[in-house]
Nanobody
Framework: QVQLVESGGGLVQAGGSLRLACSASRSIFFFNDMGWYRQAPGLQRELVATITKRGLTNYADSVKGRFTISRDNAENQLYLQMKSLKPEDTAVYYC??????????WGQGTQVTVSS
């Protein structure tokens, strides 16, 4: 069974930076697309960023210019570099991957809290 495990969340002041990592239990070439979603209390889960197997990226408007998604195929890792963090970025961040059968896999989430 494929597992995704996020790490790197925590508490940071507004304007600070964090880097989230997602470790896969198998080669991330297994996934066509990978991405990060987030869910704040009382809100729906929303897309943050995605990256294809070829490295094409897509970002939510709210994080463009501040967040960078990347994947290290050799290390089976997905990353989300977050800069200039804002209190509204506070959420649980989830790693996700979609395989060739369009099946989605999700991690358990990591909490990011940005204080003002």
């Amino acid at each position: 069974q494929v597992q995704l495990v996020e790490s790197g969340g925590g508490l940071v002041q507004a304007g600070g930076s964090l880097r989230l990592a997602c470790s896969a239990s198998r080669s991330i070439f297994f996934f066509n697309d990978m991405g990060w979603y987030r869910q704040a209390p009382g809100l729906q889960r929303e897309l943050v960023a995605t990256i294809t197997k070829r490295g094409l990226t897509n970002y939510a408007d709210s994080v463009k210019g501040r967040f960078t998604i990347s994947r290290d195929n050799a290390e089976n890792q997905l990353y989300l570099q977050m800069k200039s963090l804002k209190p509204e970025d506070t959420a649980v961040y989830y790693c996700t991957g979609t395989d060739s059968s369009r099946r989605d896999y999700w991690g358990q989430g990591t909490q990011v809290t940005v204080s003002s």
